[in-house]
């Protein structure tokens, strides 16, 4: 049992996040790939991508671990939703931080020596790495992250209208059931071995994530006393919630999403699903920007995107219009 500590500050601090970042799912979604049995929920998911993974994927799926608990890629790569910036995180994550977190994880003794690499510093070792991420994101989570990212939000909006009728107290007691209980100042987490945990006046954030079954994970730096630590929480409680995220998924969605607005304007909504700016559109688009603005202007007249100026930038995310067809493509 996980026994999470609160005083009356950390209850006043304690937040809801979006997502855990595209890479700590992506690596989630590889240590689910690797089980032997899969959850009714995931099962069609893993139909789909069981051996789409290339060659170019083993420098991360190498470092899954023989038993325990995995990499924490939230805080080597952050919590960004786009692969592209988490990649960025990786690259330049701390030598010292690596090292801890790969000294923490039980590889296969086969693997020892590809993960000593990485621990060392070696930065062709760290590239491949980031690669790997890349070619994993591309297979497990890509392709039906429009979808997550969608559950996620009313996962999150869940919890938000659960405070305002019922306040935090309220929103710890209705966590994810049987699998947490709140028995103030105690949060109570199954958990494999006896853990006490006290925030101490930092709070806690609760991350809702899609490639989690029945598991919570308490992610926090023991070298930060002041680093607020983060409970992931499952946003797939049941095979109906489950099922739907891959209904419609994948590349023929993708294909059908492309025929209805056209293959570079369909890519331009997924894009801003993330939120971006026009130069960031035009450079993941491989367009000049004006032909960004353009794409972006036809969208934001079919009521697809928002555009939010803030002061000589603009930042576009997509409507509820928008979210939706591309949850249904």
Do not use: N
């Not at 989570?141 to 939000?153: E, M, N, T």
């Amino acid at each position: 049992m996980l026994r999470i500590h609160f005083t009356a500050d950390d209850l006043a601090r304690t937040r809801v996040a979006t997502t855990i970042g595209a890479a700590a799912e992506t690596y989630y979604s590889l240590e689910m790939l690797s089980r032997r049995s899969c959850a009714v929920p995931f099962q069609r998911w893993r139909a789909t991508v069981a051996g789409q993974l290339a060659a170019d994927a083993k420098p991360l799926t190498t470092l899954l671990p023989a038993y325990g608990p995995g990499l924490d890629l939230l805080a080597l790569a952050g919590d960004s939703p786009d692969i592209d910036h988490a990649v960025d995180g990786l690259l330049r994550a701390p030598r010292t931080r690596v090292r801890r977190e790969l000294e923490a994880v039980a590889f296969a003794s086969v693997h020892s020596s590809w993960a000593r690499s990485v621990a060392d510093g070696d930065a062709e070792a760290r590239r491949q790495l980031a690669a790997a991420l890349v070619a994993c994101h591309r297979v497990t989570v890509g392709p039906y992250w429009s979808a997550s990212r969608s559950r996620l939000d009313a996962v999150r909006a869940h919890y938000a209208r659960t405070f305002l009728e019922e306040g935090v107290e309220g929103m710890l007691a209705s966590l994810c059931p049987p699998l947490v209980r709140w028995r103030p100042p105690v949060l109570e987490v199954r958990h494999p071995r006896p853990v006490e945990v006290h925030l101490g006046g930092r709070g806690l954030v609760l991350v809702p994530t899609v490639f989690s079954w029945r598991e919570l994970s308490l992610l926090y730096d023991p070298y930060d006393d002041e680093a607020v630590p983060r409970l992931t929480v499952p946003a797939v409680t049941d095979p109906a919630s489950g099922s739907a995220l891959w209904r419609g998924q994948g590349p023929a969605a993708d294909e059908a999403l492309g025929a209805l607005l056209g293959r570079t304007r369909a890519a331009a909504l997924r894009i801003v699903a993330e939120g971006c700016g026009t130069t960031e559109l035009a450079g993941r688009l491989g367009v000049t920007p004006a032909a960004a603005s353009q794409h972006a202007k036809a969208l934001r007249g079919a009521g697809l995107i928002t555009t939010i100026r803030r002061g000589g930038s603009v930042l576009h995310v997509t409507s509820a219009l928008g979210r939706e067809l591309l949850g249904g493509a």
